[in-house]
């Protein structure tokens, strides 16, 4: 076998067999009800923003429960030719994947927060089983056990997407896929146009709020808009409401531009986002989404 | 199994060293009350609703234009208005449903007209069939898991017209596979002599989807 071209294409979308122990190494505090979980993955072998992790809790009697999180981070660095094939690569030995000693520069460079390190955001559901665990309770330096990166419909790669307009629509902890996209863009340096809708409950439910503002800040080619659907500051100049059409229409692109929509969020914000979009003209393959139900947790 | 068992350069070892059984894992994790009197697959949990999950918009399928098509490997087609469906023999099932991202409904209520009875004047020897809805997904599924009393064309659901959001106004309904397998707004069925991979199938998701083998990702 002759040097990188041992990839198989069937293999881009593979999902990494079996479990694996990551250690929790850091969270932070996002919002009063959501945390960032830094995880150390040892031979994470990198993914595409968008897609999420498996992680499965271990109770003291051996009862186990499972839950799919987005990845909020950045996919790891690497050379752009090499990323569709690498990434999320499982037949790749793992003395080939970032981390080790292998002289391959494109993967040394892993990410730019140290190698096999991710993140997910985990937003607090009441009554949830697993989530308010995970923001309240599950300690630092301890291990959990994690499965990915899994899924490849709902992602954006700058190698692959690049220079299609998107317009990305998120509705509460919706913004975290969605924002693995907005960390990729910046991170390749890409400047394909992006727009993005964040509709969420309140200001103090905000995710990533300083990070997007330093985001549109760049004048690169993203524009993020947040609007509140429940409650706004006593200086807002739009009142607590939903998504108007009208407003979709005019902060987003039209559908003659045919851009890549992304949707993301509770059922009822996607459903009624996406109905909106296809009564404008956007046409419905070019509409991805993806959806929480009103149990995820 | 990986390097996580070695303790980290510099570092002391995250937590403990046995990783085999999980006494170290999420500590101070407890989980739900275990749900009693049924039987949940591995990885699953009980859910009293029913989310939703759909990879685009929700289409919108009339009843007066609806149609359903088996085709079989000749290219012979075989449909059904929604008239001509509601005129067949009715089956109403009660079964439990196991979505791959891990809820499972417990003695979901439906109401839909057996593959026993669409397939059993289909000329064919397919051993695999690719169901394929409006909108454009697909999924593939081996015949057998067809046959035999296992899987519907389903239009209402606890006693109510399903709801586009749910598939309506007709899905397949195969309870004993993952639910990505049961596609909403199911509109045709095409037999094929050898195994293609559907939407899901080609993204990573299993040929199957045994939830009992918990086959939810390819090699699994």
Redesign the interface.
Known sequence: MTEAVGARLGARYAVPSGWQVATLVERRAESPSAETLVLDVPGWPGHQAGQHLDLRLTAPDGYTAERSYSLASAPPRSDSTLSSTLLADSSLPASSLPGSALPNTALSSATPSGSGRVEVTVQRVRDGEVSPYLVDDFPPGSAIEVRGPIGGWFVWDPAIDAGTPVFLLAGGSGLVPVMSMARARREAGDRTPFRLIYSVRTPEDRLYTDELDALTARSDGFEARTIFTRAVSLTALRGPRRLTSSELASWGWPPELEPRVYVCGPTGFVEAVSRMLVAQGHDPARIRTERFGPASG | ?????TPAPGGPD???LD?G????????????A?PEGVALPP?Q?A?????????????NVDTSTWSFAVINEAGATKSWTWAELMALPQDEPTVDIHCV???SKFATRWRGVSLDVLLADVESTADFAMVGSY??YTTNLPVADLLGGKAWIAHTFDGAPLHP?HGGPARLLVPHLYFWKSAKWVRSLTLMPMDRPG??E???YHDLGDPWREQ?????
Not at chain 2, 1 to 5: Q, Y
Not at chain 2, 52 to 58: E, K, M
């Open positions: 199994m990986t390097s996580a068992t995250p937590v403990g990783h059984l999980g006494a170290t894992l999420t500590p101070g994790f407890r989980g739900r275990r990885g949990y859910e009293e609703g029913f989310p939703v999950l759909s990879a685009g918009p929700t289409p991202t891990r809820w909108g454009g959001e939407f899901w080609k993204l990573g939810r990702y390819q090699g699994d």
